[in-house]
Nanobody, 113 residues
Framework: VQLVESGGGLVQPGGSLRLSCAAS????????MSWYRQAPGKERELVAA????????NYVDSVKGRFTISRDNAKNTVYLQMNSLKPEDTAVYYC???????WGQGIQVTVSS
């Protein structure tokens, strides 16, 4: 199993980033997928989740209206579009495959002027 995140980096407040998580080694279309994040000194928190077919999505209150989770089962990839970023969104973001209980390696997102 592999989950490879990409798209992180440094962005100014109010900016946007799109994270991608490319999956392999399991049947991606059978697995709900999630994005988590962990800021320094804080516990890892669930940011967004999407069902296996993409019909159901959930978000933590702090990102509702700003972040969108989506997936492309033909490409075995899940995305997190992040708009109107705030300094408090700074964290390491992790992709998680619920079917196989597997985490990606994490990718840094820093929101700072």
């Amino acid at each position: 199993v592999q989950l490879v995140e990409s798209g992180g980096g440094l962005v100014q407040p109010g900016g946007s980033l799109r994270l991608s998580c490319a999956a392999s080694g399991f049947t991606f279309s059978n697995s709900a997928m999630s994005w988590y994040r962990q800021a320094p000194g804080k516990e890892r928190e669930l940011v967004a989740a999407i069902s296996s077919a993409g019909g159901s999505r959930n978000y933590v209150d702090s990102v509702k209206g700003r972040f969108t989770i989506s997936r492309d089962n033909a490409k075995n990839t899940v995305y997190l579009q992040m708009n109107s970023l705030k300094p408090e969104d700074t964290a390491v973001y992790y992709c998680y495959a619920q079917r196989v209980y597997y985490w990606g390696q994490g990718i840094q997102v820093t929101v700072s002027s």
